[in-house]
C-alpha cells in the first residue's frame, strides 16, 4: 500500500474511531489496517494513536499528523473529483485538427454550430494539409481524408467524400468534352500533388469497371483552391472533391464533366489520440458530426467560406 493510502486509511481511524470500520471501508482487514498504522508509526519513530478497550484516541503528536493527513487527503480527493467532473461533462478546450480545405469550408460552420449547442467549450482549430502528430500537437480529436493506416489512434467513421470531374463550359466549348474515360487523354489537366499517383486518374466507367488514365497537364498545386481557381478561368479539367466544387457547379463558373463515371470517394473519419478513456468532450463532439456526412451532405454546406 502507498502512503497516501496508508494516511487515508489513518484519517479514517481518527474520524471512525473503529479499525473494524475502516477496514469495510478499505474491503480489507482488521489487521491490515492495524498493520499499516503501526508500519506509518515505525516510520515516523512516533507513536500516532492510543489504543484501549474503549477505542482509540490521538496522541499529540497523532493530532498534528492527522490535520496535514486530512488537507492532503482531501486535496487529492478534490483533484480527482474536477477530473472526474471534466471527463463526464462536456467542456473546456477542444483542439480540433484538419486539411487546410476541408477545414475551411466543411470543418468551420461544423464547429460552429457545436459551440452554440455547448457553451462552456472552447475551440481551438488546427489546420494542416501535411500529416499531424496528434499527441505532439496536443489535437483532441482530427478529422482525415482517405483510407486510415493501422495505427494506436482511436477513430470512427462518419461518412463518404466523393471527387468530381469538373471544367468550365468556355474550356469544353474551345477543346471538346470528353465522352469516355480515355478522351481524357486528350486534355489539359489540373492535377493536385497531394495525392499519390497523381499523374493517374482512376475512376469507374458507366458498366462500374475500373478504369486508370494517365493524365498531363499544364498546372499542377497541393492546393485545391488554386485548382478549382484553374479550372474557372478555363485552363483545363480538374478532379476536385464535390465539396470544393460545389458552389461553382450550383452558379454555373464549372460544369461536371463524364457524369456517368465514378472517381474515388474518400473516407472520412474522425481520429483522437487513444481508443481508451476518449474525454467526453472528444465523445460528444463525434456524437455531433454522426450523421452530419450522410447523403448529398456538401449540398447542405453554407455558400462562400
Excluded at 469495510?24 to 498504522?37: D, S
Excluded at 505532439?136 to 486510415?148: F, H, P, S, T
Aim: include cysteine; aromatic fraction near 6%.
Amino acid at each position: 500500500m502507498d502512503k497516501l493510502d496508508a494516511m487515508h486509511m489513518f484519517v479514517r481511524v481518527v474520524e471512525t474511531g473503529s479499525f473494524t470500520k475502516v477496514a469495510q471501508e478499505f474491503a480489507t482487514t482488521q489487521p491490515t489496517v492495524t498493520k499499516q498504522i503501526a508500519a506509518m508509526e515505525a516510520r515516523l519513530k512516533v507513536r500516532l494513536l492510543n489504543r484501549n478497550t474503549r477505542g482509540v484516541s490521538m496522541t499529540e503528536a497523532g493530532a498534528l499528523y492527522y490535520e496535514k493527513c486530512k488537507i492532503i487527503v482531501n486535496d487529492v480527493a478534490e483533484a480527482e473529483n474536477v477530473v472526474k467532473v471534466r471527463q463526464t461533462q462536456v467542456q473546456g478546450q477542444l483542439r480540433i485538427g484538419s486539411s487546410v480545405a476541408f477545414g475551411r469550408r466543411v470543418l468551420i460552420p461544423l464547429a460552429m454550430d457545436f459551440m452554440k449547442h455547448n457553451p462552456q467549450v472552447q475551440v481551438d482549430l488546427s489546420f494542416e494539409d501535411r500529416y499531424t502528430d496528434l499527441v505532439a500537437n496536443g489535437i483532441d480529436v482530427a478529422l482525415r481524408l482517405g483510407k486510415l493506416a493501422d495505427s494506436s489512434l482511436g477513430a470512427r467513421m462518419l461518412g463518404i467524400n466523393p471527387w468530381v470531374l469538373v471544367a468550365s463550359n468556355t474550356y469544353l466549348r474551345k477543346h471538346g468534352t470528353p465522352r469516355r474515360p480515355s478522351d481524357l487523354k486528350e486534355h489539359s489537366t489540373l492535377i493536385y500533388s497531394s495525392v499519390q499517383g497523381n499523374d493517374i486518374w482512376r475512376l469507374r466507367n458507366a458498366s462500374g469497371e475500373p478504369v486508370s488514365i494517365p493524365v498531363t497537364g499544364r498546372l499542377r498545386s497541393n492546393n485545391l483552391s488554386a485548382l478549382l481557381a484553374a479550372a474557372r478561368s478555363h485552363m483545363g479539367i480538374a478532379a476536385l472533391p464535390r465539396y470544393v466544387a460545389q458552389d461553382s457547379l450550383k452558379d454555373g463558373r464549372v460544369v461536371e464533366v463524364l457524369k456517368t463515371c465514378r472517381l474515388h470517394e474518400q473516407e472520412i473519419h474522425a481520429v483522437y489520440p487513444s481508443p481508451r478513456l476518449v474525454p467526453q468532450k472528444v465523445q460528444s463532439f463525434i456524437a455531433f458530426l454522426q450523421g452530419k456526412f450522410d447523403d448529398a451532405w456538401w449540398e447542405e454546406l453554407p455558400r462562400g467560406g
